[in-house]
T-cell receptor, first 116, second 116 residues
Framework: AQTVTQSQPEMSVQEAETVTLSCTYD???????LFWYKQPPSRQMILVIR??????QNATENRFSVNFQKAAKSFSLKISDSQLGDTAMYFC?????????????FGQGTELSVKP | DTGVSQNPRHKITKRGQNVTFRCDPI?????LYWYRQTLGQGPEFLTY????????KSRLLSDRFSAERPKGSFSTLEIQRTEQGDSAMYLC??????????????FGPGTRLTVT
């Protein structure tokens, strides 16, 4: 079975600094997608960034970037210049789209607090 | 487009009662997913539809749970004879099945169910 593991239940960072959230996953598939979702205290899940497994280049979206290590099955999220609005739960998610219709398998989440 | 909407946002019910939740996806999205999220955990997949066809159900979805998407637009999730263990946030998400954003799911705000 495919699994996603986030080993950091909580993290904190000072405003304007950089923080990295870790995620590992397990799959025997070669083609899949990985995502980071953000869930602020209001609880609506928002897509932050996605990575296609067939792409070697790491995805970036403004202050958010990933370090995708396919062989190590690692997918970390780096947030640069942290802002107070980045305070949220962050979930790493995996989908084997071709075989499983796009359903997402989520990690347990990392609660990030950005401190002023 | 106003995004994915869910109603009601909160539901309190007594054990043994039936409840029904509604999800309205983004209009051009033909895939619709239901997830359940308990406090401090990542969402867990329940079921998904492509148009009106229910293509997969999780083993988490006991016989007391049923989901429909009769015209391929909105979906309902019904829980019969609710139990205290059903207390959770029920999330709905939608995505297109082709074209841009195929692998990205957009979430609604969720329905928080409390069974007393």
């Amino acid at each position: 079975a495919q699994t996603v593991t986030q080993s950091q239940p909580e993290m904190s960072v000072q405003e304007a600094e950089t923080v990295t959230l870790s995620c590992t996953y397990d799959t025997s598939e070669n083609n899949y997608y990985l995502f980071w979702y953000k869930q602020p205290p209001s609880r609506q899940m928002i897509l932050v960034i996605r990575q296609e497994a067939y792409k070697q280049q790491n995805a970036t979206e403004n202050r958010f970037s990933v370090n995708f290590q396919k062989a190590a099955k690692s997918f970390s999220l780096k947030i640069s210049d942290s802002q107070l609005g980045d305070t949220a739960m962050y979930f790493c998610a995996f989908t084997d789209y071709y075989n499983q219709g796009g359903k997402l398998i989520f990690g347990q989440g990392t609660e990030l607090s950005v401190k002023p | 487009d106003t995004g994915v909407s869910q109603n009601p946002r909160h539901k309190i019910t007594k054990r043994g009662q039936n409840v029904t939740f509604r999800c309205d996806p983004i209009s051009e999205h033909n895939r619709l997913y239901w997830y359940r999220q308990t406090l401090g955990q990542g969402p867990e997949f329940l079921t998904y539809f492509q148009n009106e066809a229910q293509l997969e159900k999780s083993r988490l979805l006991s016989d007391r749970f049923s989901a429909e998407r009769p015209k391929g637009s909105f979906s309902t999730l019904e829980i019969q004879r609710t139990e205290q263990g059903d207390s959770a946030m029920y999330l709905c998400a939608s995505s297109p099945s082709s074209g841009q954003g195929t692998y990205e799911q957009y979430f609604g705000p969720g329905t928080r169910l409390t069974v007393t």
